[in-house]
């Protein structure tokens, strides 16, 4: 968790108060200017083994994750760390989650659905229910699967999320919330970005 609280000191990603050691929320605001909200969560319990669960959903404005009207107009992308990673502590995987969506133009150019959701327009969101490798799933698609009584014909997206291998940090990628181009850590008088960089570097070497 310090490892994803430091992640979380730059601008553009925010560690959310959910109130609960069970469910961790992150926001992101992405290069291309859409805005990503990766939660983790598990079952409430001493005794519970359940394993961590991510989620990401995107909008295309911050505030669309502030009420359940506006909510309407999020989406959710099927995107998880690839199974080889998930051994790894949940702060680790959150802060990787973060960091390849808080550059999300470069990700858009490795996983189609993450540029299906960046090109689509904010009020077709609203008929959206999730971005997933094979289709785009509307709302209509899963109301009518439901109606057949086949509903798990469509939602076989829950067990096919794609998977990310855990970004490359290169020179470059770090850019200012709001800023249209990435700037250049040689240029920081302070030594904070560096710092951090190294300590991500460390750790996935």
């Not at 990603?13 to 200017?33: Q, W």
């Not at 799933?137 to 829950?158: F, K, W």
């Amino acid at each position: 968790m310090q490892f994803l609280q430091e992640v979380c000191n730059i601008d553009g990603i925010e560690l959310v108060d959910s109130n609960s050691i069970y469910n961790i929320v992150v926001r992101v605001r992405g290069r291309s200017g859409r805005h990503y909200e990766v939660e983790a969560s598990r079952p409430i319990g001493l005794f519970m083994q359940n394993s961590w669960t991510t989620e990401v959903v995107g909008a295309a404005r911050k505030r669309d994750f502030d009420t359940e009207k506006a909510r309407a107009y999020t989406a959710k992308l099927c995107l998880n760390i690839h199974e080889n990673k998930e051994h790894l502590p949940v702060g680790d995987r959150l802060a990787s989650l973060a960091l390849s969506l808080h550059n999300d133009v470069k990700l858009a150019m490795e996983i189609p659905l993450v540029a299906q959701f960046i090109v689509c327009p904010r009020e077709e969101l609203y008929h959206v229910f999730t971005f997933q490798e094979e289709m785009v799933v509307t709302q209509d698609m899963i109301d009518d699967t439901a109606l057949e009584g086949n509903p798990r014909h469509v939602l076989e997206y829950m067990e096919e999320d794609r998977e990310i291998e855990f970004i490359d940090f290169l020179p470059g990628f770090w850019h200012v919330d709001g800023d249209e181009e990435a700037f250049d850590l040689d240029s920081i008088e302070t030594n904070w970005l560096q710092d951090v960089s190294d300590d991500i570097m460390q750790r996935f070497d």
